[in-house]
């Protein structure tokens, strides 16, 4: 399904992302731990093109691209194989929480106003939104904007969706509703990629966990092995601030 190899990022200087290279399955959860500063939102934002790297090479789904070299058609291919949750919602404000779920059909997939709004209204029913289809950001809550934002990246019926701590923004009465949602897209065998600190997410939800360090992947494994038994100190030391047991 994904085929990542040698994503280098560097930025003034200093490399961010080591070459790293990455295999996802399809229908597949991945959720990647770490340090802040060790280049796990960079290895997103790479991914979606949202950053350009310096070096690598990604397939999904049979369509290859540079992404150190590629030019705006490719870019465009790989976002409608990509759907991007950013931890900070990134809503238009001036546009209504309907509306913000259509914007991506209408001018990336080009359909018809009519129908990307039914298909948004859909998209609200299925994340218990409905009733604030005609509600701007600034009404909503937390919670409520990220599963809009969700919403949004659902509407692209996208190969991958990469969320970037979806939760850290919120507050704490807002992040089982959001973790909820995601809960109910990997039920549905949505390919993910998730950067995290909840690590009961991690527990219940991933198929496998990845630790990165220095901008590296330093160690991965199923959550049931990683998370109980990591092998790498630096792995160690990490869980032992965040899972005071292990």
């Known amino acids: 399904m994904i085929t990542l190899r040698n994503l280098t990022k560097v930025y003034n200087g200093q490399t961010v992302l080591d070459g790293i290279d990455l295999d996802i399955q399809k229908g597949e959860i991945v959720v990647i731990l770490g340090p802040s500063g060790t280049g796990k939102s960079t290895l997103l934002r790479c991914l979606n093109l949202l950053e350009t790297p310096e070096a690598g090479t990604l397939e999904i789904d049979g369509f290859h691209i540079d992404l150190a070299r590629h030019n705006g ?26 509306d913000n779920i259509a914007e991506g059909l209408i001018t990336v997939w080009k359909k018809p106003k009519a129908e990307a709004r039914a298909e948004a209204m859909r998209i609200l029913g299925d994340i218990g939104l409905a009733e604030k289809a005609g509600a701007y950001p600034s009404s909503l809550s937390g919670g409520q904007q990220q599963r809009v934002g969700i919403g949004r990246a ?19 009465e807002w992040v089982d509703e959001v973790l909820g949602l995601m809960k109910k897209l ?13 690590i009961g997410f991690a527990r219940d939800v991933a198929d496998r966990v990845i630790f990165m360090d220095g901008g590296r992947i330093v160690e991965q494994g199923p959550p049931a092995t990683l998370l109980t038994n990591p092998q790498d100190p630096r792995t160690r030391a990490f869980l032992r601030k965040v899972l005071p047991a292990a």
């Not at 991007?84 to 546009?95: D, G, M, S, T, W």
């Not at 659902?154 to 704490?172: C, I, N, Q």
């Not at 990997?186 to 909840?198: I, K, N, R, S």
């Open 73 to 98: 058609k490719q870019a465009i291919e790989l976002r409608k194989r990509t759907s991007f949750v950013f931890q900070n919602y990134a809503l238009f404000a001036n546009k209504t929480a309907r």
């Open 154 to 172: 659902m509407a692209s019926h996208a190969k991958v969706m990469l969320f970037d701590e979806p939760t850290s923004a919120l507050d704490p």
């Open 186 to 198: 990997a039920l549905a065998h949505q390919t993910m990629v998730v950067v995290t600190h909840e």
